[in-house]
Each structure stands twice: as structure tokens, then as C-alpha cells.
């Protein structure tokens, strides 16, 4: 079987977490401290602030922020939106454009948003500059939904230090890991920050405080994740090249027309899925699949088509075309050149119509 994706879990990782069990509390433990440290200087800002999980560290700067109604994505994994409903709010959604993000020009269309909160889905980023453009013109925040983009790059600035705050998972599917649940927002406003952590922390001022001045969740990193994830960073940018090393033999051996939107002078990608386009999706998967190559799309249903948000009845017409012909291919820094020779000649011998361009 070609496995679609995988964490890489090497004793370096294991180690630090048994040393963080014997050594640490299990929770503030200097790990934790130590990873948000490392990861603000990956990024490229002052502060960040882990989080037990991806959709806490989103729906925690919007309450921060005060955003009840952001401009989002219907492209995206669901708790994007989802965290405008449990801000108590609403999610608004524009169509994508062909990097298959938010679209700016159709964020301009949009009327009452109080945030504009892209996705850099797949690890490509979002069309960035016009994005801060429009939102300072309508004097709201950017809340960058980075969940899969750890490490990508857009006109030299690192995904998630764009905007006011960027919010990254770590996931087990992400392109780094804590191997459980856990999150981070990173951001250059300290008070930001420290709102972040204050409703991560049971609104409490600081851990060694009994006074809590908000009502905030309970929603703490581990050491142990804290120090696996350490590890984690160390090598996360050596993996994306990996990844995007493996997008090159793709792109050389795939139908030009089925490719995602690929690496640019400006804009390196990191893959953290690679989807090719395809107008048998349903078709291709099942055959992929029979001949052992794991593959899944992401997402078949766009957020607005999802239950919880289908009675508004909207349409997007690029989206739900999108939905229908993407398929994630194998890619994780392990792939071999093999296994992407295999899964293109399989590729090669369908009969493929594009999808949306
Ligand atoms: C784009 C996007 N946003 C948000 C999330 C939520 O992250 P988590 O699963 O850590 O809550 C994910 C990950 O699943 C994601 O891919």
C-alpha cells in the first residue's frame, strides 16, 4: 500500500517525551515555554501561544479579537467556520480563486464582514497582500487560518505572521506534529497574546495567579506534546523541502492540467496535501484505491453544503466545483520515487478531463 500520509515519529521525538514525563509537570512544563519560544522564532513574530488544539487557537482570536462574523472559505476542513458559531457568531463565505483560496476580489463583494479569516489550504498560501489590502480599508482583522501551512512561505514572510494572528494545528496530518492534539496563534500584538492565553487558561492572569479576570476555557498543551513537538520544528523545514521535492516529480511526470497551483519565485508551498484535479474524482479514487494507493479528497463537501450550514441554501460555484474533482495524492516527506512513479503511471493511464483552472 502507498500510504497517503503519515508523521514521521523518530526516537528523537520519543525520547523527549519520555524525558519530559520523568522530568516535567505534565502541564507548563518548560517544554512548553521553550516550544512557543521556537515557534514564534520560526515565524518570524513576537509571540506565540500554544493551544490543546488547532480549532482552539482559531476560535480563541476570534473571541479575542471580538470577530463575530469573519469572511471565510467554504474550501477548508469545517472547524474554520465552525468557530464563528461557537464565538457566537456566523461564518460568511466568499468563492475560491485558482490558488483554490479565498478569492479577494469576491471578499470585496462581501458585505458586514468584521474579519477576514483565509486558509492556506494545502499548505498554498492565500492571496496575502490584496487580503491585508482590502482588509485595512475595511479596518478589520486577519485571523490566518495556517492549520496546513507550517513553514510556507509568501513574498518572504512565513503563512500565519501575515496577518493579526495566525493559527496553526499540530495534528497528526499536519506537516509537523505533537502526535496528539494540540495548537498554537502566533502574533506581534502582546495584549493579543495574552487575551489568547488567558481564555486557554481558565481566564486566569497567569498560571501561578488564583484571579480570573475572563471566562476562558481549559485548553493547555502537554509538556510531553510540548516536547515532541520541539523536535518537530527542528526538522520541519527540511521535510517541507522533502515535500516539495516530491511536487517536482510529480509535476514532471502528471498531466499538466490536473496539477495543484505549484511553487512560484514568490510563493513556496508545503504541501501538506498534494491534490491534483480530476473530473472522475469518485472514479479515480476507487481505482487508486483498488490498486493500493491510499488517496481521499479534501474536502468533498464544501463547508457550505454541510448541514450545519445548508438551510442558507448558498452557492459557490468554484467551490463546489472544486469539491467534486480534487483528490490528495500520496505526499509526506517519506514518499520514495518510486511510489510517486507507481501512483503517476496509474495516473497516466485514466482518462482525465480537467477540473476548474
Ligand atoms: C484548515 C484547518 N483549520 C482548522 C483545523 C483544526 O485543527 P485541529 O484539528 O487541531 O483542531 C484543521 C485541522 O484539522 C485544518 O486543516
Excluded at 512557543?36 to 522564532?41: D, L, N, P
Excluded at 466568499?94 to 483565509?118: C, G, M, Q
Excluded at 495556517?146 to 497528526?172: D, E, L, M, T, W
Amino acid at each position: 500500500m502507498i500510504i497517503l500520509e503519515k508523521p514521521v515519529i523518530n526516537r528523537e521525538m520519543i525520547d523527549a517525551a519520555i524525558y519530559s514525563l520523568e522530568n516535567e509537570f505534565p502541564l507548563f512544563g518548560e517544554s512548553v515555554a521553550k516550544f512557543e519560544e521556537e515557534f514564534a522564532k520560526f515565524c518570524n513574530v513576537d509571540h506565540a501561544v500554544s493551544t490543546a488544539s488547532g480549532t482552539d487557537a482559531l476560535l480563541f482570536s476570534l473571541l479575542a479579537l471580538g470577530v463575530k462574523m469573519p469572511v471565510t472559505t467554504p474550501c477548508s476542513y469545517i472547524a474554520t467556520a465552525n468557530v464563528a458559531h461557537l464565538a457566537g457568531g456566523k461564518a460568511l463565505f466568499a468563492d475560491i480563486d485558482s490558488t483554490n483560496n479565498i478569492d479577494p476580489e469576491k471578499i470585496a463583494k462581501t458585505r458586514k464582514f468584521d474579519a477576514v479569516l483565509p486558509v492556506h489550504l494545502h499548505g498554498y498560501p492565500a492571496k496575502m497582500d490584496d487580503i491585508m489590502e482590502i482588509a485595512e480599508k475595511n479596518n478589520v482583522p486577519v485571523i490566518e487560518d495556517a492549520c496546513q501551512a507550517h513553514g510556507a512561505i509568501y513574498r518572504g514572510k512565513r503563512a500565519g505572521s501575515i496577518g493579526h494572528v495566525g493559527c496553526f494545528s499540530f495534528n497528526p496530518v499536519k506537516n509537523m506534529t505533537v502526535c496528539s492534539q494540540g495548537g498554537m496563534a502566533v502574533t506581534n500584538d502582546e495584549k493579543l497574546a495574552k487575551k489568547i492565553r488567558m481564555l486557554a487558561d481558565s481566564g486566569r492572569e497567569s498560571i501561578y495567579s488564583h484571579e480570573h479576570r475572563i471566562i476562558g476555557y481549559s485548553s493547555r498543551l502537554s509538556s510531553a506534546a510540548a516536547a515532541i513537538g520541539r523536535v518537530q520544528l527542528k526538522y520541519l523545514d527540511g521535510w517541507n523541502e522533502k515535500r516539495r521535492e516530491a511536487a517536482g516529480e510529480y509535476a514532471g511526470m502528471l498531466d499538466k492540467r490536473i496539477l495543484p497551483p505549484l511553487e512560484t519565485k514568490e510563493i513556496k508551498p508545503v504541501y501538506n496535501k498534494f491534490a491534483i484535479k480530476i473530473s472522475k474524482r469518485n472514479e479515480t479514487k476507487e481505482y487508486l484505491l483498488n490498486n493500493n494507493v491510499q488517496c481521499d479528497a479534501h474536502y468533498p463537501i464544501p463547508i457550505h453544503m454541510q448541514e450545519p450550514y445548508k438551510k442558507q441554501k448558498l452557492e459557490f460555484r468554484n467551490a463546489e466545483k472544486f469539491s467534486k474533482t480534487t483528490l490528495s495524492i500520496p505526499m509526506h516527506p517519506e514518499i520514495t520515487k518510486k511510489e510517486i512513479k507507481e501512483v503517476s503511471a496509474l495516473l497516466a493511464d485514466l482518462d482525465i478531463v480537467f477540473g476548474i483552472s
